[in-house]
Structures are given as structure tokens and as C-alpha cells.
């Protein structure tokens, strides 16, 4: 039944783009409207929509339908964990940390630094 209603919805959607490629835009025509009859203008009236946008509307009427009742089957088709047979285990044990050792600390002495400009030794040129 999924299947069925999958490709139904795939043809429908289809189907959709086709003819909303098909139509032609209010706008299309503003150029030449200006001197045309009241159906044709700019802000004239639009009159009732044609055959392609009566089956536009259908269509996404269908596809909302079939959107739904895919969003149906599949909420029909989920299950809760609890049906998978997955054993919880309730009591976790927590075992201690390794012990941590003390980093041993080398104490040297730092070489001073020399800045330049100060006690330099002149060279020999």
C-alpha cells in the first residue's frame, strides 16, 4: 500500500512542476496589455482560472493528500524501543580511577638572557 501511495505522490509531484511550467505569468504580458482589452491588463480583471490552473490546484490538493497519508503509514509502521528486545541494565558499576603519579620536578637554573645593547662583548672587526 506504501508503495503504491509513493509512486502516486512521485507522479503527482511531477506532474505539478510540468504544468506550473506550463502556465504563464500575470506579468507576462505588461508590455503589451496597455493597449488591450480589460481581461489582458495590468489591473484589469483576471478572470476565472484555465484549465491548467484548475488541474494545478487539484493536483496539489492530491498532493497533500498523499502527503498525509504517507505521514500516516509511516507513523503506522514505527514501534517504540521497547519491541526491539534491548536489555537495559540497571545497576551500572563505577570502577575508581587509575592511580594518578607525581610528575617528579627538575629545578635548573635558567639561563640569564641576554638583552642586546647591554654588557655585550665588542666584536673584532
Given at each position: 500500500m506504501e508503495q503504491i501511495v509513493l509512486v502516486v505522490h512521485l507522479l503527482v509531484a511531477l506532474t505539478i512542476i510540468?504544468?506550473?511550467m506550463l502556465q504563464q505569468g500575470k506579468g507576462a504580458d505588461m508590455g503589451a496589455?496597455?493597449?488591450a482589452g480589460a481581461s489582458q491588463t495590468l489591473f484589469g480583471s483576471s478572470g476565472s482560472g484555465n484549465v491548467l490552473t484548475r488541474a494545478t490546484s487539484w493536483l496539489v490538493a492530491l498532493f497533500f493528500a498523499t502527503s498525509f497519508g504517507l505521514a500516516w503509514l509511516a507513523n503506522q509502521q514505527s514501534?517504540?524501543?521497547v519491541d526491539f528486545d534491548i536489555e537495559i541494565p540497571t545497576?551500572?558499576?563505577v570502577t575508581a580511577p587509575a592511580a594518578?603519579?607525581?610528575v617528579p620536578v627538575i629545578e635548573e637554573e635558567i639561563p640569564a638572557v641576554v638583552v642586546p645593547g647591554e654588557d655585550m662583548p665588542e666584536l673584532d672587526q
Open positions: 510540468g504544468l506550473i496589455s496597455f493597449g514501534s517504540a524501543a545497576e551500572v558499576e594518578v603519579q607525581e
